[in-house]
């Protein structure tokens, strides 16, 4: 089992951590908080929709290049990695020194998609592949509603499997992602 730590404790982890790997459901705010916490913490920004998985127009790309990228990213010596794909977490584990899970009540990820479609209907987010505008379609909907129940048993084995040492901070709310922001702005 991983080891779960309180926000205070992540804070003061986080500050040495080199390779952090920030996971949760669509639409539940890990680019946002990613992005704020590479500013924070010096640490390159790696989005995996826009860095590993996609291709313009919506194309994945083939799998043994998805894992290649991977590889080649994990590989490096300071990251902050932002995205899901329990497939490849193995991979990403093996390197991680530190885990925040953002793990919100459903309505905030679903929220969060319908939002983000709304603003940036027609065109490309930062953190996505280029060619890729914002879309909604009942797939991805259905994603995001059973994530809890088809993602995340996933998850856990595979932090399970990575082991006692690895800390974990789990979020579930905004209001706690805000509370650790401060806190490591208080840091400095």
Same mark, same amino acid.
């Given at each position: 089992?991983?080891?779960?730590?309180?926000?205070?404790?992540?804070?003061?982890?986080?500050?040495?951590?080199?390779?952090?790997?920030?996971?949760?459901?669509? $639409?539940?705010?890990?680019? !946002? #908080?990613?992005?704020? &916490?590479? +500013?924070?913490?010096?640490?390159?920004?790696?989005?995996?929709? =826009?860095?590993?998985?996609?291709?313009?127009?919506?194309?994945?790309?083939?799998?043994?290049?998805?894992?290649?990228?991977?590889?080649?990213?994990?590989?490096?010596?300071?990251?902050?990695?932002? $995205?899901?794909?329990?497939? !490849? #977490?193995?991979?990403? &584990?093996? +390197?991680?020194?530190?885990?925040?899970?953002?793990?919100?009540? =459903?309505?905030?990820?679903?929220?969060?998609?319908?939002?983000?479609?709304?603003?940036?209907?027609?065109?490309?987010?930062?953190?996505?592949?280029?060619?890729?505008?914002?879309?909604?379609?009942?797939?991805?909907?259905?994603?995001?509603?059973?994530?809890?129940?088809?993602?995340?048993?996933?998850?856990?084995?595979?932090?399970?499997?990575?082991?006692?040492?690895?800390?974990?901070?789990?979020?579930?709310?905004?209001?706690?992602?805000?509370?650790?922001?401060?806190?490591?702005?208080?840091?400095?």
């Amino acid at each position: 089992m991983p080891k779960f730590v309180s926000i205070s404790t992540a804070a003061e982890q986080l500050r040495s951590a080199n390779r952090i790997l920030v996971i949760g459901c669509s $639409g539940s705010g890990k680019s !946002t #908080l990613s992005q704020k &916490l590479c +500013r924070r913490l010096g640490l390159p920004y790696i989005s995996m929709d =826009r860095d590993v998985f996609w291709l313009a127009g919506w194309k994945m790309r083939p799998r043994a290049e998805i894992v290649e990228r991977m590889k080649a990213f994990v590989a490096g010596e300071r990251w902050l990695i932002d $995205g899901n794909s329990p497939g !490849t #977490l193995p991979i990403r &584990l093996q +390197r991680t020194e530190f885990v925040v899970w953002l793990r919100p009540p =459903r309505w905030v990820s679903v929220y969060g998609i319908l939002s983000r479609w709304i603003r940036y209907r027609g065109q490309t987010r930062p953190e996505q592949a280029e060619g890729c505008p914002e879309k909604m379609d009942w797939p991805f909907f259905r994603y995001v509603w059973n994530f809890e129940k088809t993602e995340v048993p996933e998850i856990l084995g595979h932090l399970d499997a990575a082991g006692a040492e690895l800390p974990v901070l789990v979020l579930k709310s905004h209001a706690e992602s805000h509370r650790l922001l401060a806190i490591l702005d208080r840091g400095h």
